[in-house]
């Protein structure tokens, strides 16, 4: 067991250099995320959104300050928004641009519902196999494509990208370079601050057709429409390797029956209380104040444990681990939080826990070895009920009313 100590806000990226440095895939790089972690900076953000233009603007890719990208996503991710809360926030929003901002945020919900059903094997492919590249491609991220240098370099400096140029990146990689999408989603999960096998994995089967009727084709006609300056400035521009859509040979139909119904990992309704807890145990899919076991036990400590061996497996750059860190160091701030470096099985054996529920198969796997007194509800927007997840629009058509 490793007790970490209490990490300093504003000296979060020293923390986490000298505590978790041999865990990361950039060891020593300057974190420059994209946003500051901890539930201050997520309610300024949205005490600050206005999205007004957001309908015409969210899929502009540059300049930056044309994007209509509120960059919220890192805060819903680890629970510091609720889908809620970031619809309440846009109740007098234009109607157009509030219509399209909460159709945006159910097209998360819809990624953790699939998520709650087919868990890790979405590393597979779901509903048909990806699309073939006709001629792959040695390299996929060209250094002489102003797009694709631009755009990857953004990922990896910031940890943020619109999901316009999320969708450029894997098909580029995939559909027309002919790389493994596996080993592209691995790598933009590295980085992306809001990061998750449900959001990440379903952009990347969707973008190569594996999730969608076609893969979704990627060329020099969406570059000049939402950042028309790279071609410009493009050493290529006039023999431009992605003038024409992509030629690729679409994949075949796999057996979707779980995907049309089946059990979902959706957790308990209400809270389930068999005792007092020891501690809170806080996990990466909900670390805000308003977290439900946190504030029913506010005198309790709470604790968070990096999980040193899945974090030795997946690498994660630094600023991931920086927007963490400051999170946790800012309900340190709040109240006492032990935060240790180990398996999360032998590091919690025997304590009485407090914990919200989480709807990935990590947390399931653990959770069945501890012993949680204090069981409390994930915050769905909406339960999942076990009905067809096969499409977003397939699984609108159950959903209640959304306006």
Request: proline content about 8%; aromatic content about 8%; hydrophobic content about 40%.
């Amino acid at each position: 067991m490793a007790h970490l100590p209490t990490p300093p806000f504003d000296r979060a990226a020293d923390w986490v250099g000298q505590h978790l440095g041999h865990l990361v895939c950039d060891p020593g790089t300057p974190a420059e995320p994209a946003r500051r972690g901890g539930q201050r900076a997520a309610d300024s953000a949205l005490a600050s959104l206005d999205i007004a233009g957001y309908a015409k603007r969210r899929s502009q890719v540059h300049p930056a300050p044309s994007r209509g990208a509120t960059v919220l996503s890192p805060y819903i991710r680890y629970g510091l928004i609720s889908l809620a809360e970031a619809t309440a926030a846009v109740a007098d929003a234009p109607a157009a641009d509030r219509r399209k901002f909460v159709d945006e945020l159910w097209w998360q919900e819809y990624a953790r519902h699939l998520y709650a059903r087919v868990g890790t094997r979405n590393a597979a492919p779901l509903r048909r196999e990806p699309a073939v590249a006709a001629t792959p491609w040695p390299e996929p991220l060209r250094d002489d494509m102003v797009c694709m240098r631009e755009t990857r370099d953004e990922l990896e400096r910031t940890g943020w990208l619109v999901n316009q140029t999320r969708m450029w990146l894997a098909s580029h990689w995939s559909v027309r370079a002919g790389n493994d999408w596996r080993d592209g989603e691995e790598w933009m999960f590295r980085h992306l601050l809001d990061g998750s096998r449900a959001a990440n994995r379903y952009g990347w089967q969707w973008s190569v057709g594996a999730m969608a009727a076609e893969a979704y084709g990627f060329s020099r006609w969406q570059v000049d429409k939402r950042a028309q300056a790279w071609c410009g400035s493009c050493p290529l521009a006039e023999n431009c390797p992605i003038e024409d859509w992509p030629t690729a040979t679409p994949g075949g139909a796999v057996d979707d029956a779980l995907l049309r119904s089946g059990p979902d990992l959706a957790g308990p309704e209400a809270a389930e209380i068999a005792g007092i807890p020891e501690q809170v145990w806080l996990t990466a899919e909900s670390l805000g104040e308003r977290d439900p076991a946190l504030a029913a036990w506010p005198h309790t400590p709470a604790v968070f444990v990096f999980d040193e061996p899945l974090l030795h497996q997946l690498r994660l750059s630094t600023k991931r681990l920086v927007f963490l860190t400051e999170t946790l160091a800012e309900i340190a701030e709040q109240r006492e939080v032990r935060i240790l470096l180990g398996d999360p099985v032998a590091e919690l054996a025997g304590v009485a826990l407090a914990s919200t529920f989480a709807p990935v198969p990590g947390y399931e796997r653990r959770v069945a070895k501890l012993n949680v007194v204090a069981a409390y509800p994930y915050p769905w927007a909406r339960r999942p009920s076990g009905g067809d997840v096969r499409s977003h629009s397939a699984w609108i058509r159950n959903s209640p009313s959304r306006r």
